[in-house]
């Protein structure tokens, strides 16, 4: 395995969707670092949504990873919810990374004034930290009926697919940990 | 396509070769080997080669590899009609935004792969001789074995497949909280057993399905 070349897991890698690259990406950091390869997200990109891309043209895209990851979420138009208070219940389906089991429920507090509050109760820890209770806070943006949620604090390499139920709705979505610390991880939601 | 076919012919003559392998292994090549090892067929090309000439060099060619590898050609021999000769592998633009698929592995290719694993390293050094010897379809048929492993499986299983263990992605990127950030990869593969199954812990079955 260390003697084969990277150019020849990239090329097995190309094979591969979405997922599969996302767990690949947090097993070791020579896979993490092949998976951030521009062009295997390009071609990602290009049959998932079946056109293509400048990178740069939303603000927080800065590679067709994080173009893919933008575009994917902003494609789950599932709910619909009025402003409120939400329990939000999710599920971890699959997951990677240090994050072992993020099923729990956050409660979503939707105001007027477009605030968001979500409080996520993880019911269990992460593989590598004790304490995983994140708080998330986050803004609803009406006019792009989106939520985006930042986890407070904490950094946990990996990402966790989800099904998320709102209501009677049920969702799945991605959350993506693979950001820098700085920014947190983010989950983003459609609203409709 | 006619100029392929004249190509094929220039070095016609004789119709076998012979090649060495790193381990000294000798093998006779023929016309359905030369046509679709793209390294060799150069190399014919380059050289003048007579009759009863030595074996020609494969250094970084295991002699089981050799053997497989010609096997699968004599297999596809006819498959290289289909295939455009001109296609250029580096072609990234053509190439770039082309679907890849894995799941159409023909039976004799799935039978053929099998005896190669991962578990001895043996898929990974068919993939490698592949890749030296510019055999497309065989590079392809490896390439897709292995994606076809990993699909589906989580991070904990990739580890276990590939025999890698868990090495933090680095500073600046993907730190985890207080955890074993100032570990390095070295200091990884020093852990017990026991310790590595402490932090690469399989989840139970029903936290991941539910």
Known sequence: MNQFPDELLLKLMSFLGYRDLLTLSITNKRFYNLVQDEQLWKRLYKNQFNHTFLVHKYSDATSSKEMFK???????????????NYQVKMTTINYGGNITNTNGTFTLELHQDRSLLANL???????YNESTDATWTGTFDVENRTMNIKERFGHHPGYFIYTAQINDKVIEGTYFWDIKPTAGGRLIIELV | MATNVEETYLYSSPTTFKVSSKDGEIFDIDDSFINQ????????????????HMPIPLQNIKGTMLNAAIVFCKYHKNDLLSIPDDEDEDDFERDAYEPRRSDDISEWDKEFIKQFTVEEGTLFDIIMAANYLDIKALL???????????????????????NISYDP????????????????????QLL??????S???TPSPELMYD
Request: glycine fraction near 8%; proline fraction near 2%.
């Open chain 2, 199 to 201: 932090r690469c812990k």
């Open chain 2, 140 to 162: 392809a048929v490896g390439c897709k074995t292995i994606a076809n492993m990993v699909r589906g499986k989580n991070s904990d299983q990739v580890r276990q497949m590939f």
């Open chain 2, 192 to 197: 017990t057993t026991q310790e590595k199954e």
């Open chain 1, 70 to 84: 933008l575009h994917w979420t902003k494609d789950l138009t599932l709910f619909k919810v009025k402003y409120g």
């Open chain 1, 121 to 127: 109760l993880v019911e269990q820890g992460s593989e």
């Open chain 2, 169 to 188: 992605p680095g500073e600046g990127l993907n730190t985890p909280r207080n955890s074993v950030t100032s570990k390095e990869s070295g200091d990884n």
């Open chain 2, 37 to 52: 090892s793209k390294t060799i067929k150069n190399m014919l090309n380059v050289l003048d080669i007579a009759d009863n």
